[in-house]
Nanobody, 118 residues
Framework: QVQLVESGGGLVQPGGSLRLSCAASRSIFSTYVIGWYRQSPRKQRELVASIAPSGTTNYADSVKDRFTISRDNGKNTVYLQMNSLKPEDTAVYYC????????????WGQGTQVTVSS
């Protein structure tokens, strides 16, 4: 199995920032679209952002002006820079590989908790 490892979650005040990291194997990183999804008790899982090997990105409308997804080829890592965080961003964030721009694939990380609260 391919393991995706997320990190960077934590507690932050509204308006603050966090950067999530998703470390993947080189083969997965270079081959598949990698996306960030989130899930909270109030809402079902939803796509946050995704990035293709070409660098093409896709964002949910709710985060497009605040979040940035990027990839570092040297580190085999995808990042999600989250700025201007809102309480409604609170969720477990999961890294995914193998899907399309807006649909998940078969590889999931274990998730990292993001809590936005004053």
């Amino acid at each position: 199995q391919v393991q995706l490892v997320e990190s960077g979650g934590g507690l932050v005040q509204p308006g603050g920032s966090l950067r999530l990291s998703c470390a993947a194997s080189r083969s997965i990183f270079s081959t598949y679209v990698i996306g960030w999804y989130r899930q909270s008790p109030r809402k079902q899982r939803e796509l946050v952002a995704s990035i293709a090997p070409s660098g093409t990105t896709n964002y949910a409308d709710s985060v497009k002006d605040r979040f940035t997804i990027s990839r570092d080829n040297g580190k085999n890592t995808v990042y999600l820079q989250m700025n201007s965080l809102k309480p409604e961003d609170t969720a477990v964030y999961y890294c995914n590989a193998g899907g399309g721009r807006v649909t998940p694939g078969g590889f999931w990380g274990q998730g990292t908790q993001v809590t936005v609260s004053s």
